[in-house]
């Protein structure tokens, strides 16, 4: 067998497993067997009783469609432009801690997969991979801050991310508190992960993911640590004794947003806004855009769904600040729905997780291609060609029953 055979082996078995994957939601069905339990476990929950995270998938069922019919749509596109950008779909790939725990070097294959599915990634500010190596390989991609009220820290932080390259910032506001995430202890989870019986069974019994993932990471690029929380190097992923540094986020506050964007030359967004008060204040301070988000459910439980804060948000400063939106997002009919509620931009977040850390690279592309044929179809289906065309009159709000 030649050389050439024998390298199209692996990716012709991948690309024929791939077929089965026909939803989002089937990525995170596998992920389930795949990954450890505590692993799966971060990646899935939320905080508390996890009525957040519910929210954020119930409340699209609080809105229908008003379909139109008998128009041309051959030519339709889901190209969309944003800050003077054009990307071929009105979603990207939204900011995830610890990547690279969870696929092999995962930073860097979700944003080569959203470079070459041409859409924005947003590398999280708790990943395991040096911003400087991600932006290498993907110069498009977008930085997400945990930014301390500490000044001299912000500094800091804020000339790396220039050095870097990067164009676009985002900075997470709403972490000023851990959140009791109880799943996590339940599960055996923490950062740094301690070293335990449980861990290592948890490692015997998936062994493609701790050959595939973990080993190799260990062999060739050592103990992962966290690299972009702050100027320097933080605590190692996995210690016995060392803490985590979380810094002073409760210190947070406005006038350190000014001070950001007084020393940010690129293109700022807030994330994690959820009142338009604050949606408001954001945009005199200077920002580019806002993501109306929760955390995925991970901050404060009982949060309502960033698709019900949509609304009067834009009604706040749309027009004026660029809303965009994550939390929940698993369907094209979803990412339809935002734009129709007035959002510029989706952002989804653990289907891409799941679908690099079962098949890297091609997972990415495949989770990417799955979206993007759902939204061109459903644009067909309410006789939509452009997404500049969906708005409010696409949709109606369901009555109770």
């Keep these: 067998m030649s050389e050439n055979s024998e390298n199209r082996a692996p990716a012709e078995r991948m690309t024929r497993q791939l077929k089965h994957y026909l939803c989002l939601s089937d990525f995170e069905q596998k992920a389930k067997r795949h990954l450890p339990h505590p692993l799966f476990a971060y990646v899935s929950g939320a905080s508390e009783t996890n009525a957040s995270l519910r929210y954020n998938t119930e409340d699209f069922d609080a809105y229908a469609f008003k379909p139109r019919v008998l128009r041309d749509v051959s030519q339709r596109s889901t190209e969309t432009t944003l800050f003077g950008e054009t990307f071929s779909a009105p979603f990207g790939i939204a900011p995830m801690g610890i990547s690279a725990l969870m696929a092999y070097r995962g930073d860097i294959v979700l944003a080569e997969g959203a470079g070459r599915a041409r859409i924005p990634m947003i590398m999280s500010g708790s990943s395991l991979i040096r911003l400087e190596d991600v932006i290498s390989v993907s110069p498009q991609s977008w930085f997400q801050a ?34 009791n995430r109880e799943n996590n202890i339940r599960a055996g ?17 998936h062994p493609r993911w701790t050959i595939g993932t973990f080993l190799r990471t260990l062999v060739l690029h050592g103990i992962p640590h966290f690299e972009n929380s702050y100027a320097t190097r933080g ?14 986020k409760d210190h947070l506050n406005w006038t350190h947003l000014e001070r950001i964007r007084q020393r940010w030359p690129g293109k700022l967004i807030v994330k994690g806004v959820m009142h338009p008060e604050d949606a408001a204040r954001a945009h005199s301070a200077g920002v580019d855009g806002l993501i109306v988000s929760n955390h995925g459910g991970r901050q404060l439980d009982g949060t309502m769904s960033p698709l019900s804060a949509l609304p009067e948000i834009v009604d706040q400063v749309g027009g ?12 094209g009919t979803d990412v339809i729905k935002a734009l129709a509620l007035g959002a510029r931009f989706v952002f989804v977040g ?13 997972g990415v592309l ?33 009555r109770p029953a």
Aim: hydrophobic share 45%; proline share 6%; with cysteine.
């Design 235 to 248: 605590a190692p992923i996995i210690s016995s004794n060392v803490l985590r540094n979380f810094g002073r």
């Design 366 to 398: 495949k989770a990417a291609d799955i979206l993007k044929t759902e939204l061109h179809r459903n644009m067909a289906l309410l006789g939509l060609t452009t997404i500049d065309e969906i708005t409010g009159a696409c949709i109606v709000r369901r």
């Design 320 to 331: 004026k600040t660029t809303v965009m939106v994550d939390g929940g997002f698993r369907r």
């Design 350 to 362: 653990r289907p891409f997780l799941y679908a690099a850390a079962l098949a890297g690279l091609p």
């Design 189 to 205: 989870f923490s950062t740094p992960l301690r070293p335990s019986a449980g861990l290592l069974w948890e490692g015997i019994t």
């Design 146 to 179: 945990y930014l301390p009220g500490e000044p001299d820290r912000i500094d800091a932080l804020i000339q790396r991310v220039q050095k870097a390259g990067f164009q676009t910032m985002v900075l997470t506001v709403d972490t000023a508190a851990l959140a």
